[in-house]
């Protein structure tokens, strides 16, 4: 069974709105943290944000914020103000495990800006 | 630290050739995962190491699959009698301990097999 989902392959967005990129997870696990990646054409993995199952606040990093449904197990992030550069796959990712080791990561989001 | 490094970054190689690629994480990192990511895919978990240890090893890894991390420091991982669906991007991420510390990716090698 998959332990990431991401149900959409593919999204548009026009420069300067914002953006909900979807991720489900499953794990039996009580904590777990959920990573988002970002990974331009040039190929390299760019880290964007972490939540932790037992953080109550979602995450927020700049333009970048993570909506938290835990009950859900649902990851969503959200991307506001999109800027041309923001074109580029992203990966919702899971760490789970007693000493955190399994890290998997979902089948992507091609997400494209439009000018 | 410069951070993850891995060479070649780029292998052309025949079928049935070996192949060995060489990971070197984040000096303080004591947790490596190999990677394998096809176009268009997310990346597809093969290994992990726990310093020297190699704790966890996916379904994916056939016998002709085999990953080494001497001393905890650098890891290799070596392909045997390589077949064409071998042909993909392959993925080290070097990490601290934690379940809220992100893995560190490498660039990346690129195996071409012809």
């Known amino acids: 069974a998959q332990k990431i989902t991401q149900t959409q392959p593919g999204m548009f967005v026009q420069e300067k709105e914002a953006v909900t990129l979807d991720c489900t997870y499953d794990t039996s696990d009580q904590s777990y943290g959920l990573f988002w990646y970002k990974q331009p054409s040039s190929g390299e993995m760019i880290f964007l944000i972490y939540q932790g199952s037992y953080d109550e606040q979602n995450a927020t990093e700049g333009r970048y914020s993570l909506n938290f449904q835990k009950a859900r197990k649902s990851a969503n992030l959200v991307i506001s103000a999109s800027q041309l550069g923001d074109s580029a796959m992203y990966f919702c990712?899971?760490?789970?495990?007693?000493?955190?080791?399994?890290?998997?990561f979902g089948p992507g989001t091609r997400l494209s800006v439009l000018p | 630290d410069t951070g993850v490094s891995q060479n070649p970054r780029h292998k052309i190689t025949k079928r049935g050739q070996n192949v060995t690629f060489r990971c070197d994480p984040i000096?303080?990192?004591?947790?490596l995962y190999w990677y394998r990511q096809t176009l268009g895919q997310g990346p597809e978990f093969l290994t992990y190491f726990q310093n020297e240890a190699q704790l966890e090893k996916s379904r994916l890894l056939s016998d002709r699959f085999s990953a080494e991390r001497p001393k905890g420091s650098f890891s290799t991982l070596e392909i045997q009698r390589t077949e064409q669906g071998d042909s993909a991007m392959y993925l080290c991420?070097?990490?601290?301990?934690?379940?809220?510390?992100?893995?560190?990716f490498g660039q990346g090698t690129r195996l071409t097999v012809v």
């Open positions: 990712a899971m760490r789970e495990g007693v000493n955190g080791q399994n890290f998997v």
């Open positions: 000096s303080e990192h004591n947790r």
């Open positions: 991420a070097s990490s601290p301990g934690g379940l809220n510390t992100e893995a560190f």
